[in-house]
């Protein structure tokens, strides 16, 4: 991919930040389950939080293209701190920058955006995950305002956030047409987070948490969009952030294949360097060939992003192809360093663990399958 300056000037900025401060921390934060705060406000400061968005929005006035390049830099270190910052610029500020009104995105895409809050994105439900329709958090309209109530599982950034973007039912009996999205902050009345911090296989380093909705008052000026729309808003949210956790199962995959890459250089067995096997081969060709493969889908759907085309089908393809393949590159990672891999004194089987949710987050791998399988149907 050819870069313009202003995009090289973005991945070189996170490509610095990311070996100076992530790197050394990444570890570190996955032994103590710990957000990255300082990490992540400086992330914020250096225009890396806000990527797609315009400057009059908080944001550096980029495109997707940048982005993706950006989240899968920081992910070839460090998983917990790009799926923070995908929560964060992927499915918190994109709602209110493709649905907000211009209130809304003044008031918060532009705190969002350039990191002075985090955000959240909160769907997931104890009984809705990949049935979006069947959520049961309900916002009643009163006069001025929606009544909220419900609960919410599973949400990244849940216990750090400021700002969340929240699906609610606004009509029980209309399913799918029946779901609003609104902007929640912090500190609203009978809002809070359960205080439940999720223990995970992976992506240690990345908040994961529930939110409690008690006759939250929501003023109508914080609904996005129109009342009973919503599920295009999520659609097109959902899409545009596998973007992101496409980025993120590839530069996992990628930190896996440098260490690799050294490795069977120095490492002898039978007299023999380990690069000299052709088992050891096979597994570094598929590595390199899935990788090319993962980044071209990656590049493609990013582009198409930003010339604003319809991305259904290619980012369900990019996100399920790098994330099967990331699976794939860490498990033979581990296999290629034998015992070392195995060892926490490596960060292999860190990747190992966080490359899984890949597989799960923005819509797990059987639904991308459903909805590529559907658009084709649909084109022919
Ligand atoms: C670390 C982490 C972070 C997350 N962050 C967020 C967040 O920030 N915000 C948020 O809202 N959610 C978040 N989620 C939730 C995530 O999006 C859901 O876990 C995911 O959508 C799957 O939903 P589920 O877990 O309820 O699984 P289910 O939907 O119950 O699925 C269970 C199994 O059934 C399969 N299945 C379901 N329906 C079908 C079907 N029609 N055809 C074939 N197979 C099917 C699934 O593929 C899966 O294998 C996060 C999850 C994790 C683990």
Redesign the pocket.
Known sequence: MQYTELQKMAIDTAGEFTRKKIAPAAGLIDEREEFPLANFKEMGRLGLLGIPYPEKYGGVGLDYVTYSAVVREIAKVCASTA?TMV?HTG?TANPIFNSGTEEQKLKYLKPVASGEKIG?????EPS????ISSIQTTAKRREDHYVLNGA?I????ANVADIFIIAAKTSQEKGMMGISIFILEKGMNGFKSSGKK?R?LG?RG?D?GELIFQDVIVPKENLIGKENLGFKILHQTLVSARIGMAAIALGISEGAQRYCLEYVKQRKQFGEYLHHFQSIKNMLADMEMNINAADLLLQKVAVMKDEGRNITKEASEAKLFASETVMKITRDAIQIFGGYGYSQELPLERFFRDAK?TE????????QR?IIANEVIKKT
């Not at 809705?128 to 049935?131: E, I, N, Q, V």
């Not at 799960?360 to 639904?367: C, F, N, P, R």
């Open positions: 799926m929560a499915l959240a994105f909160g769907l997931t809705a995950g990949s049935d919410k599973f949400i990244t950034n999720e995970k992506m990345s994961t949710v799960i987050g923005d819509g797990t791998s059987e639904i459903l």
